[in-house]
Protein backbone atom coordinates (compact mmCIF):
# COMPACT_ATOMS: atom_id res chain seq x y z
CA UNK A 1 0.00 0.00 0.00
CA UNK A 2 1.14 3.68 -1.01
CA UNK A 3 1.70 5.36 1.84
CA UNK A 4 1.78 9.87 2.87
CA UNK A 5 2.67 9.49 7.10
CA UNK A 6 2.74 13.21 8.65
CA UNK A 7 4.16 13.36 11.50
CA UNK A 8 1.27 14.54 14.00
CA UNK A 9 -2.03 14.00 13.69
CA UNK A 10 -2.52 17.12 16.48
CA UNK A 11 -0.27 20.03 17.42
CA UNK A 12 -1.15 23.30 19.46
CA UNK A 13 1.77 25.69 19.96
CA UNK A 14 1.98 29.09 20.88
CA UNK A 15 2.27 32.20 19.34
CA UNK A 16 5.76 33.01 17.54
CA UNK A 17 6.76 29.38 18.10
CA UNK A 18 8.65 28.16 15.24
CA UNK A 19 6.73 25.01 14.30
CA UNK A 20 7.72 21.94 12.12
CA UNK A 21 5.43 19.83 10.43
CA UNK A 22 6.84 16.54 8.96
CA UNK A 23 5.97 14.73 6.19
CA UNK A 24 7.28 10.96 4.46
CA UNK A 25 6.56 8.88 1.45
CA UNK A 26 7.44 5.61 0.59
CA UNK A 27 6.43 5.69 -3.10
CA UNK A 28 9.16 7.37 -4.55
CA UNK A 29 7.43 10.23 -6.08
CA UNK A 30 9.48 13.13 -7.63
CA UNK A 31 6.56 16.06 -6.74
CA UNK A 32 5.37 16.72 -2.57
CA UNK A 33 2.27 19.42 -1.82
CA UNK A 34 1.63 21.01 1.44
CA UNK A 35 -2.08 22.33 1.10
CA UNK A 36 -3.86 24.13 3.95
CA UNK A 37 -7.42 23.25 4.15
CA UNK A 38 -10.48 25.57 6.10
CA UNK A 39 -13.96 25.53 5.69
CA UNK A 40 -15.43 26.94 2.69
CA UNK A 41 -11.97 27.55 1.46
CA UNK A 42 -11.31 23.98 -0.04
CA UNK A 43 -7.60 23.09 -0.31
CA UNK A 44 -5.07 25.46 -1.10
CA UNK A 45 -1.40 25.35 -2.07
CA UNK A 46 1.24 26.63 0.23
CA UNK A 47 3.96 25.12 -1.52
CA UNK A 48 5.31 22.07 -3.79
CA UNK A 49 8.74 20.38 -4.33
CA UNK A 50 9.21 18.64 -7.48
CA UNK A 51 12.87 17.59 -6.64
CA UNK A 52 15.09 17.29 -3.61
CA UNK A 53 15.79 21.46 -2.94
CA UNK A 54 13.71 22.49 -5.10
CA UNK A 55 10.51 24.37 -4.38
CA UNK A 56 7.97 26.48 -5.80
CA UNK A 57 5.66 28.83 -3.79
CA UNK A 58 2.02 28.23 -3.81
CA UNK A 59 -0.99 30.41 -3.79
CA UNK A 60 -0.72 31.01 -0.58
CA UNK A 61 3.29 30.69 1.24
CA UNK A 62 2.98 34.52 3.29
CA UNK A 63 4.12 33.10 7.02
CA UNK A 64 5.40 29.54 5.27
CA UNK A 65 8.57 28.24 4.64
CA UNK A 66 9.30 24.23 3.27
CA UNK A 67 12.52 22.06 2.94
CA UNK A 68 13.40 19.29 0.88
CA UNK A 69 16.86 17.65 1.89
CA UNK A 70 15.47 14.49 0.68
CA UNK A 71 12.93 13.05 -1.85
CA UNK A 72 10.85 10.76 0.32
CA UNK A 73 10.62 13.53 3.06
CA UNK A 74 9.16 17.25 2.84
CA UNK A 75 8.61 19.84 5.55
CA UNK A 76 6.32 22.88 6.13
CA UNK A 77 7.90 25.71 8.55
CA UNK A 78 5.81 28.41 10.27
CA UNK A 79 8.83 30.58 11.25
CA UNK A 80 6.68 32.42 13.73
CA UNK A 81 3.27 30.67 14.30
CA UNK A 82 0.18 33.09 14.59
CA UNK A 83 -3.71 32.43 14.93
CA UNK A 84 -4.81 32.76 11.66
CA UNK A 85 -2.40 29.45 11.25
CA UNK A 86 -5.08 27.91 12.89
CA UNK A 87 -5.74 25.31 10.49
CA UNK A 88 -5.55 21.58 8.77
CA UNK A 89 -2.40 20.89 7.06
CA UNK A 90 -2.64 18.01 4.50
CA UNK A 91 0.66 16.72 2.65
CA UNK A 92 0.67 15.15 -0.44
CA UNK A 93 2.82 13.30 -3.28
CA UNK A 94 2.49 12.69 -6.81
CA UNK A 95 4.09 11.06 -10.17
CA UNK A 96 4.23 13.52 -12.50
CA UNK A 97 0.89 12.62 -14.74
CA UNK A 98 -0.62 10.61 -12.30
CA UNK A 99 -2.67 10.90 -9.02
CA UNK A 100 -1.93 12.89 -5.88
CA UNK A 101 -1.70 10.75 -2.52
CA UNK A 102 -2.87 12.16 1.22
CA UNK A 103 -1.60 11.93 4.68
CA UNK A 104 -4.01 12.01 6.94
CA UNK A 105 -3.31 15.73 8.14
CA UNK A 106 -2.12 17.53 11.05
CA UNK A 107 -4.48 19.79 12.49
CA UNK A 108 -2.35 22.49 14.04
CA UNK A 109 -3.84 24.89 16.71
CA UNK A 110 -1.96 27.93 17.31
CA UNK A 111 -2.81 29.66 20.67
CA UNK B 1 -4.21 30.04 -14.81
CA UNK B 2 -6.15 26.68 -13.87
CA UNK B 3 -9.20 26.91 -11.89
CA UNK B 4 -12.29 24.32 -10.14
CA UNK B 5 -15.63 25.67 -9.60
CA UNK B 6 -18.07 23.69 -6.94
CA UNK B 7 -20.86 25.85 -6.87
CA UNK B 8 -22.93 23.28 -4.79
CA UNK B 9 -21.13 23.79 -0.71
CA UNK B 10 -23.55 21.82 0.57
CA UNK B 11 -26.41 19.06 -0.95
CA UNK B 12 -28.85 16.48 1.14
CA UNK B 13 -29.79 13.76 -0.80
CA UNK B 14 -32.10 10.68 0.50
CA UNK B 15 -30.63 7.57 0.93
CA UNK B 16 -31.65 5.37 -2.01
CA UNK B 17 -31.83 8.59 -4.25
CA UNK B 18 -29.16 9.49 -6.86
CA UNK B 19 -26.73 11.93 -6.60
CA UNK B 20 -24.69 14.66 -9.25
CA UNK B 21 -21.77 16.78 -8.04
CA UNK B 22 -21.14 19.88 -10.29
CA UNK B 23 -17.56 20.05 -11.13
CA UNK B 24 -16.62 23.06 -13.73
CA UNK B 25 -12.84 23.54 -14.23
CA UNK B 26 -10.79 26.15 -16.59
CA UNK B 27 -7.54 24.95 -18.40
CA UNK B 28 -5.39 26.08 -21.22
CA UNK B 29 -4.70 22.09 -22.44
CA UNK B 30 -6.01 18.58 -22.01
CA UNK B 31 -6.63 18.07 -18.23
CA UNK B 32 -6.27 15.75 -15.83
CA UNK B 33 -9.15 15.57 -14.06
CA UNK B 34 -9.57 13.53 -10.29
CA UNK B 35 -12.60 13.40 -7.52
CA UNK B 36 -11.35 13.02 -4.20
CA UNK B 37 -13.73 12.33 -0.95
CA UNK B 38 -12.99 13.30 2.90
CA UNK B 39 -14.41 11.08 5.81
CA UNK B 40 -14.53 13.39 8.71
CA UNK B 41 -11.31 13.79 10.28
CA UNK B 42 -9.38 12.16 7.20
CA UNK B 43 -7.12 12.63 4.39
CA UNK B 44 -8.34 12.67 1.09
CA UNK B 45 -8.81 9.69 -0.88
CA UNK B 46 -9.13 9.04 -4.85
CA UNK B 47 -12.50 8.35 -6.28
CA UNK B 48 -11.58 8.62 -9.69
CA UNK B 49 -9.64 10.61 -12.49
CA UNK B 50 -10.03 11.21 -15.90
CA UNK B 51 -6.91 11.60 -17.97
CA UNK B 52 -7.97 10.47 -22.22
CA UNK B 53 -10.42 8.17 -23.88
CA UNK B 54 -13.48 7.18 -22.77
CA UNK B 55 -14.65 10.24 -21.42
CA UNK B 56 -17.56 8.13 -19.21
CA UNK B 57 -15.00 6.78 -15.67
CA UNK B 58 -15.81 4.74 -13.09
CA UNK B 59 -14.19 4.99 -9.98
CA UNK B 60 -14.58 3.01 -6.43
CA UNK B 61 -17.64 2.65 -4.01
CA UNK B 62 -19.90 2.50 -7.47
CA UNK B 63 -18.89 6.48 -8.30
CA UNK B 64 -18.78 7.55 -12.14
CA UNK B 65 -17.85 10.87 -13.62
CA UNK B 66 -18.36 12.01 -16.86
CA UNK B 67 -15.47 14.62 -19.03
CA UNK B 68 -17.99 17.11 -21.11
CA UNK B 69 -14.88 19.63 -22.83
CA UNK B 70 -17.91 21.66 -24.43
CA UNK B 71 -19.05 22.27 -21.00
CA UNK B 72 -15.41 22.09 -19.06
CA UNK B 73 -17.63 20.48 -16.47
CA UNK B 74 -16.58 16.50 -14.91
CA UNK B 75 -19.83 15.88 -12.83
CA UNK B 76 -19.77 13.23 -10.50
CA UNK B 77 -22.77 10.80 -10.61
CA UNK B 78 -24.08 7.62 -8.26
CA UNK B 79 -27.56 5.97 -8.70
CA UNK B 80 -28.19 5.30 -5.94
CA UNK B 81 -26.40 6.86 -2.31
CA UNK B 82 -25.86 4.92 0.92
CA UNK B 83 -25.50 6.46 3.97
CA UNK B 84 -21.88 5.87 4.05
CA UNK B 85 -21.53 8.39 1.20
CA UNK B 86 -21.26 11.25 3.42
CA UNK B 87 -18.74 13.10 3.60
CA UNK B 88 -16.89 16.10 1.76
CA UNK B 89 -16.59 15.81 -1.95
CA UNK B 90 -13.39 17.94 -4.14
CA UNK B 91 -12.93 17.94 -7.49
CA UNK B 92 -9.18 18.43 -8.99
CA UNK B 93 -7.37 19.55 -12.03
CA UNK B 94 -4.15 19.29 -13.15
CA UNK B 95 -1.75 18.27 -16.01
CA UNK B 96 -0.13 15.22 -17.53
CA UNK B 97 3.58 17.45 -17.66
CA UNK B 98 3.49 19.49 -14.68
CA UNK B 99 3.26 19.31 -10.92
CA UNK B 100 0.76 21.26 -9.79
CA UNK B 101 -2.88 20.33 -8.58
CA UNK B 102 -5.94 22.50 -8.02
CA UNK B 103 -8.76 22.03 -5.48
CA UNK B 104 -12.01 23.47 -5.98
CA UNK B 105 -13.58 24.61 -2.34
CA UNK B 106 -15.60 21.43 -2.14
CA UNK B 107 -19.08 19.94 -1.54
CA UNK B 108 -19.95 18.26 1.34
CA UNK B 109 -22.79 15.73 1.33
CA UNK B 110 -25.51 14.76 3.65
CA UNK B 111 -27.31 11.54 3.46
CA UNK B 112 -31.22 11.55 5.14
CA UNK B 113 -32.04 8.04 6.08
Known amino acids: DVKVTQSSRYLVKRTGEKVFLECVQDMDHENMFWYRQDPGLGLRLIYFSYDVKMKEKGDIPEGYSVSREKKERFSLILESASTNQTSMYLCASRSTGAEAFFGQGTRLTVV | AQSVTQPDIHITVSEGASLELRCNYSYGATPYLFWYVQSPGQGLQLLLK??????LVQGIKGFEAEFKRSQSSFNLRKPSVHWSDAAEYFCAVGAGTASKLTFGTGTRLQVTL
Open chain 2, 50 to 55: YFSGDT
